[in-house]
């Protein structure tokens, strides 16, 4: 197969040309390994690539799942994989290696993806940006050089929106999914909590506000791969309502009953929404007025945000510190001063000074906000706001630098209506339908009721029909 074949399908299109055995799992590896080659290290968007483990298990690949055998990246998240090690876009975490696989890992596999590397992440997954130091710096967007490819499953959506797989891991516990997905100009959904297993090495992660899931370039790869991957593990602390069917036989219905969707255009706190993403959410509006869905205004839930902005640091400053005094336990070793980058390195500070009480008062505060929010969607099917609050930032604006609590507050400006739904446990997506007149993505997103997943990848489908974003422009050769 040639690269310029490869890179205009995606993972539906490759697996059925395995399935017709026109191709072979070792010639899809091969163009993807090229690829990651020619765009994935001047992107600086993958780590830990194995070209041999990729090849090898190509070779011997039986076809089977959906994806049949097409190439597959993991994001150095930490997601336990006995063929790669992790680092968590961290010094101190380098070469994490592990005895056994995920849960998630196993699924992938067994859905037919095929792994060759991990993504590039924003140090503990705690950034919007992925500009890690262990990675020698930022990871760059294909669609923007000198804009961040978001976080902190940037490499993730810079991989695909490069073309270099169609489908990669992502996760997401405060916009990791959708921020990436939103800058570079590609699909991602993040599940309802529960809906994809997280063991069986833990059961949940940052007090359930993350999940796990991918990052597409169509809506039908994720409606694929979400058959896959989704369901109940026994003995996981949450549980998603049992799917209402395929997903991706919801994507491929086209004749249903109207949806009626809310639009949120203000923000809290008074927050400003830049004029571009407040633009895209209008013309996003119009499009699903035109394909017969009501679309109607709608004020925002009444949530104490800034309580919510200072809940979400606590979970995270709790975490660095279990995750830290673990680290540091295994390598037998103190703190040394180039560890950490110096948000996270004074959120273990803060995290230390935490007390039992303000943790649990924070997880009462996440309640809180799943019980207003979907008060607030009564009536509704699905709500529509902007995916970030500004453009992509410029790189190095949202670089971990600085104090703990300030980068925070600078966060909650910028993916605004991302974390909240991480807190309430539903499902959402951004859909890449806008670009500004210098080609930067501006993504709107979609918000759903716990557990209908189908809802939103109903209408994202819909909506790619109408304003197909496939073959947008990749700034390398």
Same mark, same amino acid.
């Given at each position: 197969?040639?690269?310029?074949?490869?890179?205009?399908?995606?993972?539906?299109?490759?697996?059925?040309?395995?399935?017709?055995?026109?191709?072979?799992?070792?010639?899809?590896?091969?163009?993807?390994?090229?690829?990651?080659?020619?765009?994935?290290?001047?992107?600086?968007?993958?780590?830990?690539?194995?070209?041999?483990?990729?090849?090898?298990?190509?070779?011997?690949?039986?076809?089977?799942?959906?994806?049949?055998?097409?190439?597959?990246?993991?994001?150095?998240?930490?997601?336990?994989?006995?063929?790669?090690?992790?680092?968590?876009?961290?010094?101190?975490?380098?070469?994490?290696?592990?005895?056994?696989?995920?849960?998630?890992?196993?699924?992938?596999?067994?859905?037919?993806?095929?792994?060759?590397?991990?993504?590039?992440?924003?140090?503990?997954?705690?950034?919007?940006?992925?500009?890690?130091?262990?990675?020698?710096?930022?990871?760059?967007?294909?669609?923007?050089?000198?804009?961040?490819?978001?976080?902190?499953?940037?490499?993730?959506?810079?991989?695909?929106?490069?073309?270099?797989?169609?489908?990669?891991?992502?996760?997401?516990?405060?916009?990791?999914?959708?921020?990436?997905?939103?800058?570079?100009?590609?699909?991602?959904?993040?599940?309802?909590?529960?809906?994809?297993?997280?063991?069986?090495?833990?059961?949940?992660?940052?007090?359930?506000?993350?999940?796990?899931?991918?990052?597409?370039?169509?809506?039908?790869?994720?409606?694929?791969?979400?058959?896959?991957?989704?369901?109940?593990?026994?003995?996981?602390?949450?549980?998603?309502?049992?799917?209402?069917?395929?997903?991706?036989?919801?994507?491929?219905?086209?004749?249903?009953?109207?949806?009626?969707?809310?639009?949120?255009?203000?923000?809290?706190?008074?927050?400003?929404?830049?004029?571009?993403? #407040? +633009?895209?959410?209008? $013309?996003? =509006?119009? @499009?699903? *007025?035109? %394909?017969?869905?009501?679309?109607? &205004?709608?004020?925002?839930?009444?949530?104490?945000?800034?309580?919510?902005?200072?809940?979400?640091?606590?979970?995270?400053?709790?975490?660095?510190? #279990? +995750?830290?005094?673990? $680290?540091? =336990?295994? @390598?037998? *070793?103190? %703190?040394?001063?180039?560890?950490? &980058?110096?948000?996270?390195?004074?959120?273990?500070?803060?995290?230390?000074?935490?007390?039992?009480?303000?943790?649990?008062?924070?997880?009462?505060?996440?309640?809180?906000?799943? $019980?207003?929010?979907?008060?607030?969607?009564?009536?509704?099917?699905?709500?529509?706001?902007?995916?970030?609050?500004?453009?992509?930032?410029?790189?190095?604006?949202?670089?971990?630098?600085?104090?703990?609590?300030?980068?925070?507050?600078?966060?909650?400006?910028?993916?605004?209506?991302?974390?909240?739904?991480?807190?309430?446990?539903?499902?959402?997506?951004?859909?890449?339908?806008?670009?500004?007149?210098?080609?930067?993505?501006?993504?709107?997103?979609?918000?759903?009721?716990?557990?209908?997943?189908?809802?939103?990848?109903?209408?994202?489908?819909?909506?790619?029909?109408?304003?197909?974003?496939?073959?947008?422009?990749?700034?390398?050769?």
């Amino acid at each position: 197969m040639r690269i310029d074949e490869y890179e205009g399908l995606d993972g539906l299109d490759l697996a059925a040309l395995l399935a017709r055995k026109e191709v072979q799992p070792a010639e899809l590896m091969d163009c993807a390994l090229q690829l990651a080659e020619r765009r994935g290290k001047p992107l600086n968007a993958l780590t830990y690539v194995q070209p041999e483990t990729g090849k090898a298990l190509a070779a011997e690949w039986r076809q089977r799942g959906i994806f049949r055998g097409i190439p597959f990246l993991l994001k150095d998240s930490g997601l336990p994989s006995r063929r790669f090690p992790s680092s968590l876009g961290s010094h101190l975490f380098d070469d994490v290696s592990y005895p056994f696989d995920a849960t998630l890992a196993e699924r992938f596999e067994a859905s037919g993806l095929v792994p060759f590397a991990r993504t590039t992440v924003s140090e503990l997954c705690m950034g919007p940006s992925t500009e890690a130091r262990r990675n020698g710096g930022a990871t760059l967007n294909p669609r923007a050089l000198d804009r961040s490819v978001g976080g902190s499953s940037g490499g993730a959506a810079a991989a695909v929106a490069a073309a270099i797989v169609p489908v990669a891991h992502g996760s997401d516990g405060g916009g990791s999914i959708r921020i990436p997905a939103a800058c570079c100009g590609v699909f991602g959904l993040k599940p309802s909590r529960g809906r994809v297993p997280m063991g069986p090495a833990r059961g949940e992660g940052w007090g359930g506000m993350a999940c796990e899931g991918v990052i597409t370039r169509s809506v039908r790869d994720t409606a694929a791969a979400l058959d896959g991957i989704g369901g109940y593990a026994p003995g996981a602390p949450y549980a998603a309502p049992p799917q209402p069917g395929s997903y991706l036989d919801s994507v491929r219905e086209q004749r249903r009953e109207p949806l009626r969707i809310a639009v949120w255009r203000q923000a809290w706190n008074g927050i400003a929404i830049a004029p571009e993403c #407040l +633009a895209a959410v209008d $013309r996003t =509006a119009r @499009l699903c *007025r035109e %394909l017969g869905h009501e679309v109607v &205004e709608a004020p925002l839930p009444d949530l104490d945000y800034s309580g919510f902005v200072r809940a979400h640091g606590t979970v995270l400053a709790t975490n660095i510190v #279990l +995750a830290v005094q673990a $680290r540091l =336990a295994a @390598l037998g *070793r103190d %703190l040394r001063d180039d560890d950490l &980058e110096p948000v996270i390195r004074d959120g273990l500070s803060i995290g230390r000074g935490l007390s039992s009480t303000q943790y649990v008062d924070s997880i009462n505060r996440f309640h809180a906000i799943g $019980r207003a929010i979907e008060s607030a969607m009564t009536g509704v099917d699905l709500v529509l706001t902007p995916t970030l609050a500004q453009l992509p930032a410029v790189l190095g604006d949202l670089a971990l630098e600085g104090g703990f609590w300030a980068f925070r507050e600078k966060v909650s400006r910028y993916a605004t209506f991302l974390a909240v739904i991480n807190a309430s446990g539903q499902p959402a997506a951004s859909l890449p339908l806008d670009w500004t007149a210098a080609g930067v993505p501006v993504a709107s997103q979609l918000i759903g009721h716990f557990g209908r997943e189908d809802q939103i990848l109903r209408l994202a489908a819909e909506l790619e029909r109408a304003a197909p974003w496939a073959g947008r422009q990749i700034l390398l050769p």
